[in-house]
């Protein structure tokens, strides 16, 4: 079974918290991704964004996924907009499992709307420009989210199911 397991999909997701969990049946390291690349600046994600632009942030985040990938064994929790910048998400397929964590839009916005602050992409929208925002941000990333190898459901996962695929023919 090779070991490096990425977790990709939306803000609010899921993929940390189902991270922690599969890292810890499996007995794999857990990593996050937005954690390794603030401890890497010393400087929040979003002072990233405020002080030194998107386009750093990007840059930075495709950097850390490449250094972290040499690791041999690990379940990482990817940022939302990893996989969609710099071909990340064949460089992803290619090194190991990504598994996409789907979530419908209203789940999505129920989630984010109580956690904004701490994401710089929405901290200052309203009720309506957040929905807005995720409609149209999952519209354009959703085709790159689903060239994960396995997809699964934000709402009901499994770990059992997840862990048995894994362990299969994928
Ligand atoms: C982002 C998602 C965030 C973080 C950054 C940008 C995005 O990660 O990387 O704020 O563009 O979707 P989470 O998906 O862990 O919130």
């Known amino acids: ?7 990709i999909g939306f803000m609010g997701s899921g993929k940390s918290t189902f991270g922690k969990k599969l ?9 996050d991704l937005d954690k390794e690349i603030e401890v890497k600046a010393k400087c929040s ?33 990817t940022g939302g907009g990893t996989p969609c910048y710099f ?4 460089f992803i397929n290619k090194k190991g499992k990504s598994i996409y964590i789907e979530l419908d839009i209203q789940s999505i916005y129920n989630r984010l709307s109580q956690a904004k602050n701490i994401r710089p992409t929405i901290k200052d929208k309203k009720e309506e420009e957040l929905m807005q925002f995720i409609k149209d941000k ?11 190898a396995v997809t699964i459901n934000g709402l009901s996962v499994n770990l059992r199911e997840v862990v048995s695929k894994l362990s299969g023919n994928w």
């Not at 071909?87 to 064949?90: L, V």
């Open 1 to 7: 079974m090779n070991n490096r397991i990425y977790l």
């Open 23 to 31: 890292a810890k049946e499996l007995t794999l390291p857990f990593i």
């Open 45 to 77: 994600i979003s002072d990233i964004f405020k002080y030194l632009g998107e386009d750093t942030f990007r840059k930075m985040e495709s950097d850390t996924l490449h250094e972290l990938s040499n690791r041999e064994e690990f379940v990482m929790a």
């Open 87 to 90: 071909n990340n998400i064949e």
């Open 138 to 148: 999952l519209k354009e990333r959703e085709p790159i989210y689903k060239q994960a």
